[in-house]
């Protein structure tokens, strides 16, 4: 049977919104994609239309050049891609990093950044990971020296979303290697003709093709004091932390998203798909397999849109969105495998959706914190 759910936190103004997301990803960024998958990243132009639509930073206030929305706004957006199998366009990222400056820059720095952010005429990158550091930020060794009016920051990152097109990186860094957490702090590096600044790699990724994951070099990069995130020292861990649950909930409403899209593409596949004499989907390991998939989308879409609801509230904490990541997470990677099986050989191919969903969903298991420190996080709840 196909899935339609009626979202508990949606409303006619957003269905409305939504279709016309939808009318933009199935006119301008599927019909690219698979050049962009070759390519390794979707352009700096698809940013730009994407902003001028009024589809970039849509939670974030009018004042700052943003759409006025909330988190569903950017949610349908998510969603939209998601369930078509489009990973190259890395908004959830961007968002993330609007956040960041909404939540903890100084009013110059929202001024400055925003704005441009909503329009699509920089994006946004962060970079935390280190080529021996991932989900322990408190052992980064990038370092940012204060020298007069200046920051002279040295180092190297990996993995970083949006590292290629990025106008802009917050870079995670110490400006006190005698302490821990209270030595990080976040610093603004525009990547523009800043010397000492180089991007590496844009590395080859099992999934994600199309989306633009590189190294960053920082060698005596010169950045004004200013651009301290919130215009305080040793902040860092706390900005960090204390945006974690939106990063969280957005991982698990795509990857229910993503799941929706695999059972709607599986269901399609099976009815259409004959072996010994009638349809795959005549069998009933299909049948069975299709409804334990079912299953499991069901509960998955109605805790996420709980926290939705609860982020919307401004009520979701640390340990649910941890959960919600966890489970949405590792819920579809296993979903994505069973209905990949459905799709016998076609299935193994990457001229499939199925295909591409399945090594783009391995990821999600590790990004945003891995899953075994989500589980130390909510044990830590209890």
């Known amino acids: 049977m196909p899935l339609q759910f009626k979202r508990s936190w949606s409303d006619a103004d957003l269905e409305s919104y939504r279709d016309s997301v939808a009318r933009f990803v199935e006119a301008e960024m599927a019909p690219h994609d698979e050049e962009a998958r070759k390519r390794g990243n979707v352009g700096r132009e ?21 759409g006025g929305g909330d988190f569903r706004h950017e949610t349908v957006f998510n969603e939209e891609m998601a369930r078509r199998g489009l990973t190259g366009m890395a908004a959830s990222v961007h968002s993330i990093v609007a956040h960041y400056f909404l939540n903890h820059g100084t009013q110059e720095q929202k001024q400055r950044y925003l704005p441009r952010m909503a329009r699509g005429e920089t994006i946004g990158a962060i970079a935390m990971t280190e080529p021996g550091t991932g989900s322990d930020l408190q052992g980064v060794r990038t370092r940012a020296d204060r020298v007069g009016d200046h920051y002279v920051i040295n180092g190297s990152k990996t993995f970083i979303s949006n590292g290629l097109l990025a106008g802009f990186v917050l870079v995670v860094c110490k400006t006190d290697t005698s302490k821990g957490a209270s030595g990080v702090s976040i610093l603004i590096v525009d990547t523009g003709n800043t010397e000492g600044f180089r991007v590496g790699r844009v590395l080859d990724k099992i999934g994600l093709k199309a989306q633009d994951t590189s190294e960053l ?3 005596n990069v010169k950045v004004p004091a200013a651009n301290l995130l919130g215009g305080v020292e040793g902040k860092g ?116 959706l199925i295909a591409r969903m399945y090594t783009d969903a391995r990821v999600q298991r590790i990004y945003g914190g891995a899953n075994d420190i989500m589980r130390e996080v909510i044990s830590r709840a209890m």
């Open 46 to 66: 698809l940013w730009r239309r994407a902003g001028e639509l009024g589809f970039l930073c849509s939670d974030i206030p009018e004042e700052y050049g943003g």
């Open 217 to 219: 070099f920082f060698d």
């Open 237 to 352: 861990f706390f900005q960090l932390m204390s945006d974690l649950p939106y990063e969280r909930l957005v991982i698990g409403t795509m990857a229910v998203a993503c799941m929706e899209g695999a059972y709607e593409a599986t269901l399609e596949y099976v009815r259409d798909r004959k072996a010994f004499g009638q349809t795959v989907a005549d069998f009933q390991n299909t049948r069975f397999k299709l409804a334990d998939a079912a299953t499991q989308i069901t509960v998955g879409r109605a805790f996420v849109d709980r926290c939705v609801e609860q982020i919307v509230a401004g009520t979701l904490d640390t340990a649910t969105a941890s959960m919600c990541k966890l489970w949405c997470s590792e819920t579809q990677g296993r979903v994505i495998d069973e209905l990949l099986q459905l799709h016998g050989g076609y299935g193994f191919m990457t001229e499939y």
